[in-house]
């Protein structure tokens, strides 16, 4: 069993950590060109994790996710609504579970 010093001290060891990457992230992005594609590709990437992640979320959950998702963007395709197509998605989800 741990002891609260050792706790403590590995919750500020994992902060140090978090800040030091953020810094690090902060300075080096402060040094990249203004201009070209580094900046372009970096601006994609929040896009691209995204999708990295929902991609991996459907694939583990199979065919149901996968319908679940297509309902959410057709939905959202049709609409413009991220309400309507969160509504639609989630409800395509509980539907399929049921019917399993």
Same mark, same amino acid.
């Given at each position: ?5 050792? +706790? +403590?001290?590995? =919750?500020?060891?994992?902060? &140090? /950590? ?7 992230g902060? !300075?080096?992005?402060? =040094? $990249? ?7 372009? !590709? ?6 691209? $994790?995204?999708? &990295?992640?929902?991609?991996?979320? +459907?694939?583990?959950g ?7 998702? $297509? ?6 395709l ?5 309400? /309507?197509? !969160?509504?639609?998605?989630f409800? !395509?989800?509980?539907?399929?579970a049921?019917?399993?």
């Open positions: 069993m741990m002891l609260e010093w050792q +706790i +403590i001290a590995a =919750v500020f060891a994992v902060g &140090a /950590a978090s800040y030091a990457m953020r810094s690090g902060y !300075l080096a992005a402060g =040094v $990249l060109p203004q201009t070209g594609v580094s900046p372009r !590709l970096l601006r994609y990437a929040p896009g691209n $994790l995204f999708v &990295a992640f929902v991609a991996a979320g +459907i694939v583990e199979g065919w149901p996710s996968l319908f679940s998702c $297509l309902g959410a963007v057709t939905t959202m049709v609409t413009k609504r991220e309400w /309507a197509a !969160l509504g639609v998605g409800s !395509l989800a509980a539907l399929i049921a019917l399993r």
